[in-house]
């Protein structure tokens, strides 16, 4: 069952779900799981550590984006139809995973998590350019 996003609220971004019916051999997904809600606060502190966090709204994402590294974040919309826009807080990317997305929710090793906001596949393929 699908979970209802609430305005102004934060969620876990979990990259791994499971999509199997129950009893039947384990099929994951990568990259497209709005997870339980958790306080603003909480949501900066996970970003802050290197976690992912959702927000269905632009605005609420930028706020968090720029709270969490103290300058103007840049965006990237969805890589693929499944996915979501995202902001990068400070602009800062990384290749780098304390954890790998299949072992769990991943954790950046040298930059703050993603914030996810909007709906699967907005802006795809489009970056922001400064």
Known sequence: MPIKVRKGCFYEFHRTRAVNRPSAELALRQGIEVGPEIPERMALRQVANGRDVYTPFRYD??????????????????????????????????????????????????????????????????????
């Open 61 to 130: 994402a930028y706020k968090l984006a720029c709270s969490a590294y103290g300058e103007a974040p840049k965006w990237d919309g969805a890589h693929q139809d499944e996915h979501f826009p995202h902001y990068h807080p400070g602009d800062k990317h990384t290749d780098k995973w304390k954890r790998k997305a299949s072992e769990g929710r991943p954790i950046s090793a040298d930059s703050p998590g993603h914030i996810y906001w909007g709906t699967r596949g907005e802006l795809k393929g489009k970056r922001e350019e400064r």
